[in-house]
């Protein structure tokens, strides 16, 4: 992950799109934020634990980034009372990044194939989230 950082300062925009794992729990943390461009912007399509959420509210707050969009967030849904909301350079949308045209039929394969995975008692699953 140090090669991650590295580029952060160089980056216009950090667009997130992996999986929530241990080596990416907490990927953009404090010190990832402060490696940021003043005009950056922090994109997380990912997972919500994938981006420390009080370091982001922290480094928001005092515009040390330009602003973030954000489809999914640690909570979900979010907080009523989560400072987010009230951020003017925070786009919130309800964690639909990932839906296209092919969505449900990808999602109905998926969900038939694991259905039949379970039956046998054959693991892992696809797409399993933990």
């Not at 999986?19 to 912007?41: F, G, I, N, S």
Request: hydrophobic fraction near 45%; aromatic fraction near 6%.
């Amino acid at each position: 992950m140090g090669e991650f950082k590295s580029l952060l300062p160089a980056a216009d925009f950090v667009a997130l799109t992996c999986p929530l794992t241990k080596e990416t729990e907490k990927l953009v943390d404090a010190d990832a934020l402060a490696r940021m461009k003043p005009c950056a912007y922090l994109i997380n399509v990912a997972r919500g634990r994938v981006v420390d959420e009080a370091a982001l509210v922290e480094a928001l707050a005092a515009w040390r980034i330009a602003g973030a969009g954000l489809d999914v967030t640690v909570e979900e849904p979010l907080a009523p009372n989560s400072p987010l909301w009230g951020m003017e350079h925070v786009l919130l949308t309800p964690h639909t990044a990932g839906e296209t045209r092919r969505y449900e039929d990808n999602v109905i394969e998926i969900l038939r194939d694991n259905l039949g995975r379970l039956w046998r008692g054959e693991e892992p699953l696809r797409n399993q989230v933990i």
